[in-house]
């Protein structure tokens, strides 16, 4: 394992991982200072309402541009790649207008379907929010295509600052869940423009010359990519799913303050995954496409990252498990102990989740979209079933966090494993050839 660390930490990927590491780390650095004030300031009914918020909104938000946006890093010359970021962005527009449509004519039956009328007064920030999620992912994937990773870098560290600043700012004369959801929509928003002033594109998206795109050469990119709409978006649809259902579940069986209780406990142990997998994740993807092309050892790749992620991540998972309740008491506060419990239950889950980004990343190029979607469903069924039998049959929430965990973390162990035999098949096809 040593020899593995010194070989990796000599190569190109690992200093991109720890370029985009260095954002992630101070974005996360930033929000980790803030946030023992912004849960003093915010209670956890407050932080509910945010997280069944943004929960929809994960849900939601692949749907708008079916994906396209991820393809981006794919294609070998930078104008089918801008066509991809049209299409996406052309996408997101009218989707997110159809859906503020469907919202303004049907949003009492929206509320009522899910149970939520707790944030029926923030429904119609919905489409805004998803329009700029979107917006925020071209952005990022145009930049990993160029492997401008300090830009990203930069970018995070300035908006997790501003972000966290307001918070607490405005928090002070008005500590209300708009404030919070306000703050979600302007932050992806500033997070774009951020990235797309520091990229220097000198073309816009729209109006690309002298390349001229009409709705024939949009339907020949959604053709060649009908992958990312057909298979990866039902995948990250259905992964968001079970993802934001315990928030939203929660907030429909036991009320807002339970969900903001995990709200706070998804955010925390979240953290690490995000500075450290989604960094590795951002970076592995064009590597993966790089090694492929060049006829690297695509197995040996992925061993190697999730290896490296696993031993980073054991530690602070198991103090999490140790004196979760602890410490969340002493960090945010005396009322989030709640939070502490839900935390020690879902160490397992977020870890595994964080030495899964590898082979995540690597499904594009592998072609396994078709199979990943199918994990989706199988895991997204189970993690399902936990919850119900938690809340229907024990009644109780801390069950049914511990029964999504527990399922989430054994479906993940399992795809990380499907995913690297694969990856052996494809190199003994490709050296068939």
């Known amino acids: 394992m040593r020899a593995s660390l010194n070989s990796l930490s000599r190569?190109?990927?690992?200093?991109?991982?720890?370029?985009?590491?260095?954002?992630?780390?101070g974005a996360q650095i930033i929000t980790m200072v803030f946030t023992p004030f912004v849960t003093r300031i915010y209670g956890p009914e407050t932080f509910g309402l945010l997280g069944t918020f943004v929960a929809i909104v994960s849900v939601l938000a692949p749907c708008l541009s079916l994906s396209f946006p991820i393809?981006?890093?794919?294609?070998?010359?930078?104008?089918?790649?801008?066509g991809?970021?049209?299409?996406?962005?052309?996408?997101?527009?009218?989707?997110g207008a159809a859906l503020a449509l469907a919202l303004w004519f049907g949003r009492q039956s929206f509320v009522e379907l899910l149970n939520l009328q707790s944030i029926e007064a923030f429904i119609m920030f919905l489409p805004i929010a998803l329009f700029l999620s979107v917006w925020l992912e071209i952005e990022q994937q145009w930049l990993i295509r160029k492997k401008r990773f300090g830009e990203i870098a930069k970018v995070a560290v300035v908006q997790a600052f501003l972000i966290n600043s307001s918070k607490i700012g405005i928090g002070l004369f008005s500590a209300t869940a708009t404030v919070l959801i306000s703050l979600t929509a302007v932050g992806s928003a500033m997070h774009a423009a951020l990235l797309f002033k520091t990229a220097r594109?000198?073309?816009?998206?729209?109006?690309?010359?002298?390349?001229?795109?009409?709705?024939n050469s949009f339907m020949s990119l959604a053709k060649k990519y009908s992958d990312f709409p057909i298979y990866r978006t039902p995948q990250?649809?259905?992964?968001?799913?079970?993802?934001?259902?315990p928030v939203i579940m929660l907030a429909s069986f036991f009320g807002a303050s339970t969900a903001g209780f995990y709200t706070l406990?998804?955010?925390?142990m979240a953290m690490p995954s995000t500075l450290i997998g989604k960094s590795v994740g951002d970076v592995f993807y064009p590597r993966i496409n790089d090694a492929a092309r060049s006829g690297e050892n695509i197995t040996r790749l992925l061993i190697k990252a999730s290896s490296i992620l696993a031993v980073v991540g054991f530690l602070p998972f198991t103090i999490i498990v140790i004196f979760g309740p602890w410490v969340f008491s002493q960090v945010f506060g005396s009322e989030w102990g709640v939070s502490g419990e839900y935390a020690r239950y879902l160490s397992l889950f977020f870890y595994l989740n964080l030495i899964n980004r590898?082979?995540?990343?690597?499904?594009?190029?592998?072609?396994?979209?078709?199979?990943?979607?199918?994990?989706?469903?199988v895991s997204t069924g189970g993690k399902v079933i936990g919850l119900m039998i938690g809340f229907y049959i024990y009644k109780s929430d801390v069950m049914a966090i511990m029964l999504f965990s527990i399922i989430g973390a054994l479906t993940y162990l399992w795809m990380i494993a499907w995913i690297i035999y694969r990856s052996k098949g494809w190199k003994s096809e490709k050296a068939s050839r």
């Open 358 to 377: 590898p082979s995540v990343s690597a499904v594009p190029m592998l072609g396994l979209q078709k199979g990943l979607l199918l994990y989706e469903i």
């Open 71 to 82: 393809a981006i890093a794919l294609p070998e010359d930078d104008v089918e790649a801008k």
């Open 236 to 245: 990250i649809f259905i992964n968001a799913v079970s993802q934001s259902l």
């Open 265 to 268: 406990a998804r955010l925390a």
């Open 84 to 95: 991809l970021a049209r299409l996406s962005f052309t996408l997101a527009f009218l989707m």
């Open 11 to 25: 190569n190109k990927f690992a200093r991109n991982v720890a370029i985009v590491a260095s954002g992630a780390l």
């Open 201 to 215: 594109i000198n073309e816009p998206f729209f109006g690309l010359n002298p390349i001229k795109y009409s709705r």
